[in-house]
């Protein structure tokens, strides 16, 4: 599948200078759009910058939040349904991939829902990824639901919506590197982002592993439930813009 995409866009992509389709005006337009490229900065130097930019916590502490209910999609939910719910090995394989499909279009809708943010409501291109991301974390309250649910399949509905959210919020923190700083930072941001999810998921899959067959997932379901709300007023706080000004893009 990756080497039909990769003929795919050998054939038809054009940089915008080249493209057979492209205006004059649209490619002047592109170019009002693409900011001047700024030294880069070595890594010790970006990331004692970003260590003073509470933006950077304002992406980083809800990444840490959010990626324990991924690693448990990704490595428990198995173990879940057999252990908690009495699924047999043919029925895991029937519902286990339900929530990795409904977070695929999570990260697909995560986008429409930053344009109906600001088409209806006039959000700012920030406050409407912010919003975006608020609307996931909502949603994954339903993972609190699945601890007291007996239906095993309303269980795995409940899960899957809670994928669902965890795309969105993810698609939209990817976003938010982007709106929120120079193009110089914003490979050492994302990265921290990435490390700071990482960081979270290794632990909370220990965490997992030492106390899942003392206590049962139930408690670590609530607690996923209730991670991303924290996670949204971290962004609230510090990177969404108020008053109508918007947050400058540089440290």
Not at 77 to 89: F, H, I, K, Q, S
Not at 229 to 239: E, K, S
Request: with cysteine; charged share 10%; glycine share 6%.
């Amino acid at each position: 599948m990756a080497l039909i995409w990769v003929v795919l866009w050998w054939l038809f992509y054009h940089s915008p200078q080249q493209h057979p389709n492209l205006s004059q005006q649209e490619l002047d337009l592109i170019r009002e759009d693409n900011e001047p490229v700024l030294p880069k900065l070595p890594f010790f130097t970006s990331l004692a910058s970003l260590c003073q930019n509470k933006r950077f916590y304002g992406i980083a502490i809800p990444a840490f939040l959010a990626e324990p209910a991924w690693a448990v999609f990704s490595f428990w939910v198995p173990l879940y349904l057999a252990t908690e719910r009495g699924m047999d090995l043919k029925q895991i394989a029937m519902f286990a991939w339900l929530p990795f499909l409904a977070a695929d279009i999570g990260s697909v809708a995560s986008g429409y829902l930053t344009t109906l943010y600001r088409k209806w409501f006039g959000c700012s291109r920030v406050n409407s990824v912010v919003a975006s991301s608020v609307t996931g974390a909502f949603l994954m309250v339903s993972l609190a639901f699945v601890a007291i649910t007996q239906n095993p399949y309303v269980a795995i509905a409940l899960i899957s919506i809670g994928g669902f959210g965890h795309q969105v919020i993810s698609c939209m923190l990817s976003a938010l590197v982007v709106e929120s700083f120079d193009k110089n930072q914003m490979a050492t941001v994302n990265g921290m982002r990435g490390s700071s999810a990482w960081i979270a998921s290794f632990l909370f899959t220990l965490l997992i592993g030492a106390v899942s067959d003392t206590i049962g997932f139930n408690p670590l379901f609530i607690a996923m439930g209730f991670f991303d709300l924290i996670g949204a007023v971290f962004l609230i706080a510090l990177i969404a813009e108020r008053g109508g000004k918007k947050t400058p893009s540089h440290s």
